[in-house]
């Protein structure tokens, strides 16, 4: 049981640049997210979804789009990197939404020059 | 919206009691969780407060007062392994979890 993982772990990009950051799970969870975490500051939503095929804006989507057409894999991809998108971006998963315990995946560092 | 008020940092040392209180403005409130994550590393849960009253795990307790729009993470008998940050983060409407700013704990000997 891998829990949630995450690739890649570490990613350079320069401005204007796409990528998709991948995250999958094994535990067969409903609800997955996607955070932000700047440097000594909490984290922000930026997306997330309560089932497969389903998926919802958080407090900072722009810039940012999601899919999820598996129960496990939920990939965000960054449409045309910016220096504001570098952070440290962090998946999470649950049975039923923040009630229940998130399970963190170990986070991909991003930096965009 | 929903706002998350808690300190941004607080020093204790070893064997020490330090409480980390937590006030959230929010509508539709569900539940009041509480995180860990050590510097370089992931969250990970330590509690989970649906009604009010304290709720205890090991050497680490949680409150909430619905009532008040407060909680408290209190944590017992401080390991030098306790030095990390810990984020109060709360469920409402729309099924979305909104995290404090953190607050960093540091353990001296």
């Known amino acids: 049981n891998a829990g949630v993982t995450q690739t890649p772990k570490f990613q350079v990009l320069k401005t204007g640049q796409s990528m998709t950051l991948q995250c999958a799970q094994d535990?067969?969870?409903?609800?997955m997210s996607w955070y932000r975490q700047d440097p000594g500051m909490g984290l922000r939503l930026i997306h997330y979804?309560?089932?497969?095929?389903?998926?919802d804006q958080g407090e900072v989507p722009n810039g940012y789009n999601v899919s999820r057409s598996t129960t496990e894999d939920f990939p965000l991809r960054l449409l045309s990197a910016a220096p504001s998108q570098t952070s440290v971006y962090f998946c999470?998963?649950?049975?039923?939404?923040?009630?229940?315990?998130?399970?963190f995946g170990p986070g991909t560092r991003l930096t965009v020059t | 919206g929903q706002s998350l008020e808690q300190p941004s940092e607080v020093t204790a040392v070893e064997g020490a009691i330090v409480q980390i209180n937590c006030t959230y403005q929010?509508?539709?409130?569900?539940?009041l969780s509480w995180y860990q994550q050590h510097d370089g590393g992931a969250p990970t849960f330590l509690s989970y407060n649906g009604l009010d009253g304290l709720e205890e795990t090991g050497r680490f307790s949680s409150f909430l007062s619905r009532s008040d729009s407060y909680g408290y993470l209190l944590l017992q008998e401080l390991q030098m392994k306790d030095s990390a940050s810990y984020f109060c983060a709360v469920k409402a409407a729309g099924n979305k979890l909104t995290f404090g700013g953190g607050t960093r704990v540091l353990v001296k000997p």
């Open positions: 979804s309560v089932g497969a095929g389903i998926t």
């Open positions: 535990m067969n969870h409903e609800y």
């Open positions: 999470a998963s649950s049975f039923s939404g923040g009630v229940d315990e998130q399970y």
């Open positions: 929010t509508s539709g409130f569900y539940g």
